[in-house]
Each structure stands twice: as structure tokens, then as C-alpha cells.
């Protein structure tokens, strides 16, 4: 049963009036991993999530969560999956305890409320009603109320929004600690920088389609680059002939290197730089090497205007 | 932030769900001025003010007579139509209705959990509202008949306007059922024959009022508790109409985010 993906799409559409905000969308998220799901504003993120949540229905296509369909077997999946929304959603008179408590008393087993609000660092607010409490912690609360249930997959609907770095990492190493547990976890997210960190698997949605899938390294492909500083003026034209072709070599500014390597980084480039600085007898400092970023692979594929 | 605990998904059984949903909805009840004010506060100042002062004349018989089933309908009023309608409208503004949709409390279980929390709230009305008027020199008539008439008229009347409360809540803006609601409360304040006499009015205007559900939850609160009449068909009938319809509206249009 664990061969059956968290989520499986094929081709979704759905519309609002006349706007189209999934045209034709399919993906596959698999169990046990973090998958993100990136896109800019109203590519359709939400509304792909909302309806594997079963709140809304697709206008075609069809939608398998954990194999189950929301719409039919809602009843089902709600005690298996933890979702938390975009915003709200709380009570705004409740305090955060007394809201979390009652979150627990509809689950069979779930985690203690107030182990879980320590944890996340909610301790000191637990009597402080929802609307009080400060933007972080309200997002914390609603992350605590999807997962105390201890679901086996979990929709986080840009989880880290609005928040400070602090919460930022105290969400992501939350995230990496649930799916060490097991738990499946789908994100949506912007942020290019948390979906390289968290996602075993992104998919890029842009204007209700998908454009591109994969792991990070997949994505990101094999082009490479190799930094490092040393003396300037240095004369790198050994250094290119040692180097696969198609390598191009830069120093700017000066004393600082920059190699670009169309095949990537691999340890025979790394040994021949370093072999090649010993020839010179320059010590290279700061040496790294980058792949493409996400951010790079986004930007191409969803364009770099600005969207209203 | 490691060793979490492997999934080990599973609903609670419903009756815990409800009854944990239902405590919830009473801790913020309890923790909000305006919502006490409303449903304890107001009734509790009419019954005192109206019973000892000659503001009104109010018939034969014992002012207290007169005011307590009155103040009685009142609570109702309050409590399963202001109250609930007010709430609910800013929980499904708030996505409060929507997030719970995603939890293993179905709808159904909402319900009842909204509605053991209307009954709980209106006990607690009811028992403050008669032991305060018997203090005041009430002495309605009691007998098999008046006590479970008075249930009756107290429950169908509940139900009425619970149906009217969540077909408000249901369908438009938070901030209009806030006025709306309000509104209500003191147009029925006025016309529900809480207060004034039904007697008083224009005799053409009365079969309207009487058709209205605080005006029949008045008369048969009246009826029973003051005079000793039997059960009152008449009122309870137009009691259960309303709760039909209402909550048969509210069924088919509400909106739940």
C-alpha cells in the first residue's frame, strides 16, 4: 500500500468564473518525502492544494490523495491528513492552548498539546488568546494544530510566510524533523531558498500548469562554477588547458577567480585547480564551487517580469 | 527539533469530538464581554427593572407575572439567534468553519456541538432567569402540563431561532449579521411581547406579531406559566413551522467559507 503516492494529479483544471487558475496540471508527490510545490503569486499553488484537500472540486482531471479520491472519501482522509492554511483559521477569542487541546481531542492518538506547544516554543503564550499572540506565533499554533493529530502526510500552505528568520529556521528544522518521523509533507512555498532546503522533490507550477519537476539537483543540472582567491593577474591559461573544454575562466575583481564548467564540478576539477595553484605556488583561499541555484532555474522558467 | 513521534493517524470518537468543540465554543462565550452582556446582562437588568418599577402596565395579576416569561423568551432570543448568528458568521469570515472542515469533526458533529452549547447556555439562563423572578415574588403555575409546555415553547422556540440564526450567518457578510443581528434583538425586544403587552397593540397588527416566533414564544410562555391554559398548540405549531423552514433554508444555502 506504500507503493501508492501521497498525491497524485492528472490533468487538473480548474476555474473560477472566467479565470483559469489550473489548466491542465498534473504531478506526483511520493510518500515519505518533502515535496514543494513553487510558483509565484496565482500560479494555482493554493488552489491545487485546496482541492487535494477536498474543499474544492476539479473541474476535470482527476485527484488521488494517499490513493483516495477527497471528494468521495473525505471522511476517510481527514483523520490521515493535517492541513494548514495559508492564514487564520482560528478562533480569534480562543487561547492557543485551549484551542490546541480540543485540535488533540479529535485525533485517536495524538501528540501531547503541551509537549507539542514547548517544542515550538509556545509555552509562555499558551494563555494568550489567538488574536494577541505575535504573526510567528500565530503561524506556529496553526503548524502545531495540522500536525497534533499526527497525520501520515501533511499540506503546509507557504508555512513560513511573513516570518522572521528565527521562526523561519525553527519551521524548517520542524519540517525536516517530521519527515525523519515518517510523515509525509506537500509545501507550497516562494521561497526559493526553502524548497532547496527542505524538498526532496520540487515541482514549479507557473500560471496553473506545471514546468518543471524534479529533485533539486535535477533541476538545477550539471553547470557549474568554481570560485576561489588568490594573487591577482595570475595567467589562468594553463589552468584552461588543463580544464575540460568549454571551461572559461574569469578574474573579477581582482584576485578573485571565478571558473565556469558547462559539464559541473567533479573531484578531478577540484584536484587539477589545486594541483595548479601548487604549480604556481599561490595559495588559493575561499576556494567553493556552486551549481546553478533554484532561483536561477525558476526565474528562467517562469520569466523575470513582474507580475500584477 | 528531532525524534518526533511516527504517524499514528485515527479520529477520536464523536462524542468526545463534539463535546470538545462545544467546551471551546463556551471558555470564549464566557471570555466575551459583549456576547454576556447579550445573553445575561440585559435579561437580568429588564427582569429586575421592569418587575419592581410601574414602567408599563402590563394587566391584571402580578407585574413579575407578566415580565418573567417574557424575559424567559428573551433569552432565547439572545442565545440561539444574536448570539449564534454573530458567532458564526465571524467563525466562517474568520476560516474557522473552513479549517474545522479539514479535521475529522464532521459538519454534522459541528452541529450538534453548537447546539449542545446553545442548550447548555440557555439551562444556565433559564435557571438563573426563574430563580431570580420566584426571588422577585414570581409564582408561576406549576403543574405536569405548564412545566413541559414550557419546555416545549423554550425548545421549538430554540430551534426556530437557531434555523434563523445560521441561515443569517450562512449567506451574508459578517459585519452585516453583526447589525442585522443586533437589530433584531431590539426590534423583537420591542415588538416580541417581552416587554409590552401583545394586548397593546393595533388589533390588526396582533396575528402578525403572534405569527412571529418571539411574539408565540412569549404567548405560550404566558399562557402556561401565568394562567394555567394547556398546552398552547396554536404557539408551538407556529414555533415548529419557523424551525422547519429556517432550518431548512439555512440547510440549502449555507456557505461554509
Known sequence: MNDVPAVEITGLVKSYGRTRAVRGLSMRASRGQVTAVLGPNGAGKTTTVEICEGYLRPDEGTVRVLGLDPQRDGRALRSRVGVMPQSGGIPSMARASDYLKVMASFYASPLDPAKLMDRLGLTESARTAYRRLSGGQQQRLSLAAAIIGRPELVFLDEPTAGLDPQARHATWDLITGLRASGTTIILTTHYLEEAERLADYVAIVDQGRLVAEGTTAELTGSHGQLRFAADPALDTAGLLAALPPDSVTKESPAGHYLIELPGGVDPQVIATVTAWCAEQGVLARNLRFDGKTLEDVFLELTGRDLRS | ?257
Open chain 2, 1 to 257: 527539533m528531532t525524534d518526533w513521534p511516527a504517524p499514528a493517524p485515527g479520529a477520536a470518537p464523536l462524542p468526545k469530538m463534539i463535546a470538545a468543540q462545544a467546551g471551546l465554543e463556551l471558555k470564549i462565550l464566557f471570555r466575551n464581554g459583549e456576547q454576556l452582556l447579550l445573553t445575561l446582562i440585559i435579561p437580568m437588568l429588564l427582569l429586575v427593572v421592569f418587575s419592581s418599577e410601574s414602567l408599563i402596565s402590563v394587566g391584571r395579576g402580578a407585574r413579575i407575572g407578566f415580565i418573567a416569561p417574557g424575559i424567559l423568551a428573551l433569552a432565547v432570543l439572545s442565545t440561539s439567534f444574536t448570539s449564534l448568528a454573530i458567532g458564526t458568521a465571524f467563525e466562517r469570515r474568520y476560516g474557522v468553519l473552513k479549517r474545522l472542515g479539514a479535521t475529522p469533526l464532521s459538519r454534522a458533529g459541528l452541529i450538534a456541538a453548537k447546539a449542545a452549547l446553545v442548550l447548555a447556555v440557555e439551562a444556565g439562563q433559564v435557571v438563573l432567569i426563574v430563580a431570580v423572578s420566584l426571588l422577585l415574588g414570581w409564582h408561576p403555575v406549576v403543574s405536569v402540563t405548564s412545566v413541559f409546555s414550557a419546555l416545549a415553547v423554550l425548545i421549538a422556540g430554540s430551534a426556530a431561532f437557531c434555523g434563523l440564526a445560521m441561515l443569517l450567518a450562512g449567506t451574508i457578510r459578517a459585519e452585516a449579521v453583526l447589525a442585522a443581528a443586533n437589530l433584531a434583538y431590539l426590534v423583537l425586544l420591542g415588538i416580541g411581547g417581552v416587554l409590552f403587552p401583545l394586548a397593546k397593540f393595533p388589533p390588526a397588527a396582533r396575528p402578525v406579531l403572534l405569527a412571529l416566533p418571539s411574539g408565540a414564544m412569549s404567548d405560550g410562555l404566558r399562557a402556561v406559566l401565568r394562567y394555567g391554559a394547556g398546552v398552547p398548540g396554536k404557539d408551538l405549531l407556529v414555533l415548529a413551522a419557523w424551525a422547519v423552514v429556517a432550518i431548512g433554508l439555512a440547510a440549502r444555502t449555507f456557505r461554509w467559507d
